[in-house]
């Protein structure tokens, strides 16, 4: 999808930008990887398809890459991603070079390989909203990734090069529209069993936190001697704890990009928390993260004359 367009932007590009970060085929089928890209030679290597999970904003945080002039190739929310670095001085807008991607969404290959048993590569031909599997097409809607279903922004807010054309739509309209209610229809109750019962199945292996191109403290809450927070230990009230804390400091800040989710090991559908409370600051601030960068985070400012008392 979009290859020969992203090759040739690369080509222009690399006398301006030291680095490409960007997509190439993965070793495993359905499965792309991150590629740093140096030379116009590798441009061939480039790819995207709906297989490109990865959130490659968390690579614009590293040391090498911060001294540097680099070009992203960045799926929508990865620019949201982008804005809130920005806004939080975590990069320099004057040493980005961004691709923007419309994005139709990321394909879940597990949702396949329930649907269709054991799948192939060379069984699909893949269209921007459909493909086709052995001559019949069908949508990719109902196989997305939970998070890509509730997407409400799937064009980038901000660019210097645009791949492709804007999506026409707002999946989450199209494919998921009752996702995030769902969670509002069950009783407190429900809800504390319903996040007990997935945070038991975790492994406290922190790859959620990695792959999250906003949790970037050098020294995590979970893993501080002083103060000490939490143990290592993988035990239902220390897992419950790590995750509502966690979602307490991507409040307002969550891009919803789901690389958390995607990032666990033993399917544990994660995103749900921090996208919950980024609806719920929606919904009472009228605020998204990284979609408008004149508005003021409403967690990261106050008012003397705020009419609740807490802020005195
Ligand atoms: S959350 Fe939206 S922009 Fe991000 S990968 Fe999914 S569909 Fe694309
Ligand atoms: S918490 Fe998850 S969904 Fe939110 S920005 Fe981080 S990786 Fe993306
Ligand atoms: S990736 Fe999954 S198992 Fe690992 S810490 Fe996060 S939620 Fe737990």
Redo the contacts with the bound molecule.
């Keep these: 999808m979009y290859e020969e367009e992203i090759r040739a932007l690369s080509v222009k590009i690399l006398g301006e930008v030291e680095w490409i970060i960007g997509y190439a085929h993965g070793t495993l089928p359905f499965r792309a990887r991150p590629f740093l890209c140096q030379k116009k030679e590798d441009v061939t290597q480039l790819t995207f398809n709906h297989f490109c999970g990865h959130?490659l904003v968390k690579y614009l945080l590293d040391r090498n890459a911060k001294e540097r002039k680099v070009a992203i190739f960045a799926k929508a929310?990865d620019v949201r991603?982008i804005m809130v670095l920005i806004r939080e001085r975590q990069v320099k807008r004057e040493n980005l070079v961004i691709a923007g991607i419309p994005c139709y969404g990321m394909v879940d290959r597990k949702k396949l390989e329930e649907h269709f048993g054991s799948v192939r590569p060379s069984d699909f031909e893949w269209h921007l909203d459909s493909f086709t599997f052995r001559g019949k097409t069908m949508s990719i809607g109902p196989f997305l990734d939970a998070?890509c279903q509730r997407c409400l922004h799937p064009n980038p807010p901000l660019y210097d090069y645009l791949v492709g054309q804007e999506v026409q739509y707002i999946p989450r309209e199209r494919w998921n529209q009752n996702a995030l209610k769902k969670v509002d229809t069950l009783s407190r109750e429900e809800r504390w069993t319903f996040f007990a019962g997935e945070s038991k199945k975790c492994i406290r292996c922190y790859a959620?936190r990695n792959?999250?191109?906003?949790?970037y403290c050098k020294e995590c809450f979970a893993e501080m001697q002083r103060p000490y927070w939490l143990s290592g230990a993988a035990t239902p009230n220390e897992n419950l704890l790590f995750h509502i804390g966690?979602?307490l400091h991507?409040a307002g800040?969550?891009?919803?990009?789901?690389?958390?989710?995607r990032a666990c090991p033993v399917g544990i559908p994660?995103?749900l928390l921090?996208?919950k409370v980024e609806e719920l600051i929606r919904e009472n601030f009228d605020f998204e993260a990284g979609v408008n960068p004149d508005k003021e985070p409403p967690l990261l400012t106050y008012r003397e004359n705020d009419p609740n008392e807490f802020i005195r």
């Design positions: 959130n929310c991603a998070t959620c792959a999250c191109p906003l949790c966690r979602s991507m800040r969550c891009v919803e990009c789901g690389a958390c989710e994660i995103a921090p996208c």
